[in-house]
């Protein structure tokens, strides 16, 4: 019933600049928080930025604070992560998440029992 599709990863050079879509099934989520996560070889999935119901509170991992923008467009069912001076430590595959409560900020641990995940889309950052 819910499925989230993330489009958008590729190789990029390092200083380069990519975007992330994901796109949600059903009206869950105009009442869901979503957000993305990411998965480096070899390491956890860790979280990278959330974005609020209205999209007026975003939240970042510091590595990517003042590097990447989250937004949302509820009229299209749609997250995105605007990513800007990409570096080599940011390879990873990408992962889109729902925030299985409503009305309740995202859930900024992979704890297996909150999220709808995407499929995941890999971006690679070449040095």
């Known amino acids: 019933q819910v499925q989230l599709v993330e489009s958008g990863g590729g190789l990029v050079q390092t200083g380069g600049s990519l975007r992330l879509s994901c796109a949600a099934s059903?009206?869950?989520?105009?009442?869901?928080?979503m957000g993305w996560f990411r998965q480096a070889p070899g390491k956890e999935r860790e979280f990278v930025a959330a974005?609020?119901?209205?999209?007026?509170?975003?939240y970042y991992e510091d590595s990517v604070k003042g590097r990447f923008t989250i937004s949302r467009d509820n009229a299209k069912n749609t997250v995105y992560l605007q990513m800007n001076s990409l570096k080599p430590e940011d390879t990873a595959a990408y992962y889109c998440?729902?925030?299985?409560?409503?009305?309740?900020?995202?859930?900024?641990?992979?704890?297996?029992?909150?999220?709808?995940w995407g499929q995941g889309t890999q971006v690679t950052v070449s040095s």
């Open positions: 974005i609020g119901l209205n999209g007026g509170s975003t």
């Open positions: 059903g009206r869950t989520f105009s009442i869901s928080a």
């Open positions: 998440a729902l925030e299985k409560r409503p009305f309740v900020p995202l859930t900024r641990r992979d704890d297996g029992v909150n999220h709808y």
